[in-house]
């Protein structure tokens, strides 16, 4: 039997096919110690909100670097610690925001979303009481945290009224606390936001005197440390999108996020599904009009005495994310 040999490949042939499978065998090897080589992104939770949109949007598969959650009550003990630089970014209201400012550490908002809904935040009385409108509250006690976003919806919603706040009396606590003092008789009136809004409506049949929607932007910040944009510049983009794509998720699948919150709450799944259900998550672009307003919001604050000083807010905003942010839109609109 004769054997018959294939012709041997010209050496230049071989040459040719040693170097793209070098190059291929590079990029594959490239990715991953430079997946390996990414530092983990250490991130803010209030509330697990941010994890718990993420894992149930399908967003924490795949992830080529390490998250690490960091969790917290509220927006004044989060803000302090992307100040101290223990978290490189994490979510909160633009109110707060101004707070996490005036204390002096480089921040920046990466990413802006604007929560649309009915009772995203509101100005709380019981349901019996006499108070009718905001100017009735002369006189009387509000409870909220100081520097939320509760806080200057009162502050806002008293100089509408022509009242100033000198003319009440303000409560500070954590939302937990404050709805037994509404309950109790403690205080008058509560400034708070979702899901705390829609508990007292749902639960305690508590009123709103006023809709955060009239005064406000209601808007949620993604901040970051100066340090983690310089140096986890590739994560946080990454993190970024995920977020991104996540809250349009969210908007499509209502009942799904309400069920996945309401484990990590405790909270009755009716309260989140009416939220969840209520609720539009919408891109904002980081511009001057936004800043704009930040900074009125800011100087509201330093008149009336809660900020120390003047700030310029400006300061505190990194434009250069919008790309990214309104590619992750335009691939989901396709």
Not at 27 to 56: E, F, R, W
Not at 98 to 106: E, H, Q
Not at 127 to 142: C, E, F, H, Q
């Amino acid at each position: 039997m004769t054997l018959v040999r294939k012709p041997a490949l010209p050496s230049k042939n071989r040459h040719l096919k040693s170097l793209l499978l070098g190059a291929l065998l590079s990029v594959t090897l490239g990715q991953q110690v430079q997946a390996a080589d990414l530092q983990p992104l250490l991130v803010a939770n209030q509330k697990s909100s941010i994890k718990t949109l993420l894992q149930v949007s399908g967003e924490l598969k795949d992830v080529p670097y390490e998250i690490k959650f960091s969790e917290f009550p509220s927006a004044a003990p989060l803000g302090e610690a992307l100040n101290a630089g223990a978290v490189d970014i994490g979510a909160l209201g633009d109110a707060p925001y101004v707070f996490a400012l005036g204390a002096g550490a480089p921040l920046k908002v990466v990413s802006i979303t604007h929560a649309e809904g009915r009772f995203t935040t509101a100005l709380l009385v019981p349901k019996d009481s006499p108070i009718k409108t905001v100017a009735d509250l002369k006189g009387k006690r509000i409870v909220t945290g100081r520097g939320s976003i509760g806080h200057f919806l009162a502050i806002k919603a008293l100089r509408e009224a022509g009242l100033q706040t000198s003319d009440v009396t303000f409560i500070n606590l954590l939302p937990g606390e404050s709805r037994i003092l509404l309950s109790s008789g403690g205080a008058d009136a509560w400034a708070t936001w979702d899901p705390y809004t829609t508990v007292a409506i749902t639960q305690s049949q508590d009123r709103v005197l006023i809709s955060g929607n009239e005064l406000l932007t209601n808007h949620l910040y993604l901040a970051a440390t100066s340090k983690a944009i310089a140096d986890k510049r590739v994560q946080l983009d990454d993190f970024v999108a995920r977020v991104e794509r996540a809250y349009l998720w969210s908007n499509t699948h209502s009942d799904e996020y309400a069920a996945a919150v309401a484990k990590t709450t405790g909270l009755p799944i009716e309260v989140h599904q009416a939220i969840a259900r209520a609720t539009k998550m919408q891109r904002v672009d980081i511009d001057d009009k936004i800043i704009k307003g930040l900074q009125t919001t800011a100087d509201i604050y330093q008149e009336e005495g809660i900020l120390g000083k003047k700030i310029d807010v400006s300061k505190g905003f990194d434009k250069s994310f919008n790309a990214s942010r309104a590619q992750v839109v335009k691939t989901a609109a396709q």
